[in-house]
Every structure is written in structure tokens, then in C-alpha cells.
């Protein structure tokens, strides 16, 4: 029988483990401490855990943490990681430099089953819930890991859909027993999974995005088919309702589409609808992928579509597209791998 990781098990669910064992209860802390405190690798680097202890957690759990696979980096600095994940599955996680601060993109899950039309971890279909071991291991697996100063829940997956693990890892990295990162440090971003979105905000202290492409329910159903089960409005309502504080941030991430979400009638129903949230909205350039028939918009229309926005009082900006010599976009290099595994299994 396949050993459990240690890494990536919550202080309650060490207590739990320790209690479970007959060890004393300050174990429990002990071992967050080896795990989330310092830098080790091994169950035998525990010192000051017993013999007794460490004999337990050896015959039972193996530590946990999984280097990654394949490593590409990008004219400006990006790297893309990619890691396995069960037998032929890959998952990826980009680290994005920047002059004032270091991002690491995660992934929550191995593929995604939420079918949007412009996305190519969409088109995997879905595989599999990475666990909280699996999405803390893409921080601390890669070389970069005392660099970062942000992390972002918007790689393969829908996070919300994974909540359980997705709340568990970001107790690990909030936690003064775990890693003690400030929640501002950290965004997850959303389709717009009303209840776990709810659940999120109510139990956690980071900064929420969500995919939002047209202020229009009809037509993100089209992009979306998220929006046939939760709707614009609702969600929206959702985010009003919500007191998010000063020091909380809502935005929301817009891929313009040409002839499609980037005309000024979008400009108008956007800037109604999200009149009096205090929010920003990123625009993001549309990289084609296989299969759509998707166009991005131009340059200076979206310029014009920042400005335009600007203009109306809502703070808008522009992403800059990073890594696309690396296939930086969620699901392009996992979906390569696959396929090459695929035809040498043939």
C-alpha cells in the first residue's frame, strides 16, 4: 500500500496523526515546523522528533515533496515548471519575474471539467483534484521558492472545484505553523462558483479574481458554461453584498475577444454594472489555441478599452502577456507532454 505524503497535512490533521500514533501532542507542532520551517527533505532529518516517532512516520507516511519534471524558460525570464501527478499526468506552475516583485502561477487541478471556450486546460477534460500536498509542492519544489513575493491560484483547473484542498493549502501558507505568509500575498481566481466562492470569502483573508469576459449572461454562457448555473448576476450580487474591507482585493480578469466583448457597449454595461464595487479590472491579450475559432483583439482596441473604462472610474490595466515562447499559457506544455506520451504508447 502506497505511503501517504506527511507534507501537506494541516496542524489539525497532524494532531490527529500524532494523537492517533499515542505521541505526545507537542509532536503535532514539531513536525509543521520540519516541514513548513525548514528547509529538509526526509522524515530523518526530524532531529529533534524521537526515535520512537520517527519510526512511526516512517512506516507509515513518506515525506512528500516531488521535484519537477521539465523546466522551460522564456526570453524575458519566465519559467515554466512541470510536474508529474499520477501515472501520465502533468500538472505546470510559472514563475513570473518582475522588477518589484517574483509571481508563482499553481495549479489546483489536473485538467479542468468547467469546458471554457478559450481555454486550452478545457480542452484536457478533467483528470483529477491535485491535493494540498500537490499544490504546496509547486512552491517548494522549484528553484526560485525565497524569491517569491506573490501567488496566484489561476494555473490548470478551477480552484473552487477543488475547494477542500484549495482551502487546506492556503491554510498551510497563511499559518503562523506553517509557512506565516501574509494573505495579501496570495490571489485565487474563480469562474464564479457562487457557494465555494462564498465559503472562500468567509474563511479566508486573500484576494479573490474572477474570470469575467462579458458583462453580458448570455453571451459569457457561450464563453462560459458556468454562467448557465450560476448568472451574472448573482454573482455580482454576491461580490456587492460582501464587505471585502480596505485591505481585501476584488478583481476581474477580462480577455478581450475580437469583434466579441470589445466594443464601447461593453465599456457601458461593464462600468453599470460594477459601478460602486471597489475593484480593478485586468485586461488580458487572447493567445489563439487549438480549435476556436477565438480571435484576440488588437492592440489599440484594447487600449482604448482600458481607457475608455479609466475614463469611467473604473481602474483598469493591462496584463503583459509573459513566456510565449514557453507555452505559458495554462495547459500548453501539460497537453504537449500528454500528447507525447500518448503516441509513444502507440
Known amino acids: ?29 514539531q513536525i509543521a515546523d520540519w516541514l513548513y520551517k525548514k528547509d529538509i527533505s526526509s522524515i530523518d532529518e526530524m532531529t529533534n522528533l524521537s526515535k520512537n516517532a520517527r519510526s512511526i512516520l516512517h512506516e507509515h507516511f513518506e515525506f512528500g515533496l516531488t521535484k519537477f519534471s521539465n523546466v522551460q524558460e522564456s526570453v524575458d525570464g519566465t519559467r515554466k515548471y512541470l510536474f508529474p501527478t499520477g501515472k501520465h499526468k502533468f500538472i505546470e506552475a510559472a514563475y513570473i519575474p518582475e522588477e518589484t516583485r517574483s509571481t508563482l502561477c499553481v495549479s489546483s487541478q489536473v485538467g479542468c471539467k468547467m469546458g471554457c471556450l478559450f481555454c486550452m486546460t478545457g480542452l484536457q477534460g478533467f483528470q483529477a483534484n491535485l491535493s494540498a500536498c500537490e499544490i504546496v509542492n509547486q512552491v517548494c519544489s522549484i528553484p526560485e521558492k525565497d524569491k517569491l513575493s506573490n501567488l496566484v491560484y489561476m494555473g490548470m483547473g478551477e480552484p473552487f472545484d477543488n475547494l477542500d484542498e484549495v482551502m487546506k493549502s492556503l491554510e498551510i501558507f497563511t499559518s503562523d505553523w506553517g509557512f506565516g505568509w501574509s494573505p495579501k500575498r496570495i490571489t485565487v481566481s474563480t469562474i464564479g462558483i457562487i457557494p465555494a466562492m462564498k465559503h472562500f470569502l468567509e474563511n479566508s483573508q486573500c484576494h479573490l479574481a474572477v474570470s469575467l469576459h462579458s458583462p453580458f449572461n448570455e453571451e459569457r454562457k457561450k464563453l462560459m458554461p458556468i454562467a448557465n448555473l450560476h448568472s451574472l448576476q448573482d454573482l455580482i450580487n454576491t461580490i456587492r453584498n460582501f464587505d471585502f474591507g480596505r485591505q481585501r482585493r476584488i478583481s476581474f480578469e477580462y480577455i478581450l475577444f475580437k469583434g466579441l466583448n470589445d466594443t464601447p ?30 480571435k484576440g483583439s488588437s492592440d489599440s482596441t484594447i487600449e482604448h478599452f482600458m481607457t475608455a473604462l479609466n475614463e469611467k472610474g473604473i481602474r483598469t490595466t493591462i496584463r503583459a502577456s509573459r513566456g510565449q515562447d514557453i507555452y505559458a499559457a495554462c495547459g500548453l506544455l501539460s497537453t504537449k507532454e500528454l500528447v507525447k506520451i500518448n503516441y509513444s504508447d502507440h
Do not use: D, Y
Open 1 to 29: 500500500m502506497k505511503k501517504q505524503p506527511l507534507f501537506g497535512k494541516t496542524l489539525n490533521e497532524l494532531s490527529a496523526i500524532v494523537t492517533g500514533f499515542g505521541l505526545p501532542k507537542f509532536t503535532a507542532k
Open 265 to 294: 457597449t461593453h465599456v457601458k454595461e461593464l462600468s453599470r454594472m460594477l459601478h460602486g464595487i471597489r475593484c480593478r479590472i485586468n485586461l488580458i491579450h487572447f493567445h489563439p489555441i487549438p480549435n476556436t475559432t477565438l
